[in-house]
């Protein structure tokens, strides 16, 4: 299955994702035109997680399929096995930019594990994370697998989209003051962990930069 209908979260980043994608969406576009970089006139039509589709999140050929896009030069499948990473949320803009977003609200949520225990499977996730690290000219020796897996597949899927030739965004979206989850209270706080995250993976500047967006959101403005 590569479609995953949701429940009304409760709490955690889930919870406002979907708020936000379904009720204040127009905040959530002003501060990715903005740091994207992209006219104020552009629309961004978010595909998921809809209310009217059971907040339903996407992985795999689904979410091609969602932004009813076509990888020409490279596949999916070539790339990666199944059970990718399953997206918080869906865009595409009115000239066809692509949004894939990822959303944390506290900073244990950064730390994650690769799951897959297929050996076939595997092997195609540190072939596809290694052909990720050459194209951004990462040098330093880090398994890409863990603590961060979350992060690093997220980028290597911006990867093969852009290896496509398409007009692919990846937005980072960090809630900012999600008390109930004991997240942080500051912008300060989660550019900290940021910051030290991309050390121990090895990122500085590379290719891809201009394509990724980090989005700060107090959540006492979604209330």
Do not use: C
């Amino acid at each position: 299955m590569e479609r995953f209908p949701q429940p009304a979260a409760s709490k955690g980043s889930q919870k406002w994702v979907q708020m936000i994608i379904n009720e204040k969406p127009e905040f959530l576009n002003e501060e990715i035109r903005r740091k994207v970089g992209i006219s104020k006139d552009e629309d961004i039509l978010w595909l998921s997680p809809l209310k009217n589709d059971n907040y339903a999140e996407y992985r795999d050929q689904a979410f091609l399929d969602l932004l009813r896009i076509e990888l020409r030069r490279f596949s999916l499948a070539d790339f990666w096995p199944k059970n990718g990473p399953q997206w918080d949320a869906l865009g595409k803009s009115s000239s066809g930019k692509l949004f894939l977003i990822e959303a944390k609200s506290h900073i244990p949520e950064l730390i994650s594990t690769m799951q897959a225990r297929d050996e076939e499977s595997k092997a195609k996730i540190r072939k596809g994370f290694e052909e990720t690290k050459y194209f951004l000219n990462i040098k330093a020796e880090r398994d890409w697998s863990r603590p961060f897996y979350q992060y690093t597949n997220r980028i290597a899927h911006l990867y093969l989209l852009r290896q496509n030739e398409l007009p692919a965004y990846l937005v980072f979206i960090y809630f900012i003051n999600d008390l109930e989850m004991r997240g942080p209270t500051t912008e300060k706080e989660w550019k900290g962990a940021i910051t030290l995250l991309h050390s121990y993976l090895g990122i500085g500047r590379h290719k891809l930069q201009n394509f990724i967006a980090d989005v700060f959101v107090d959540v006492t403005h979604l209330e």
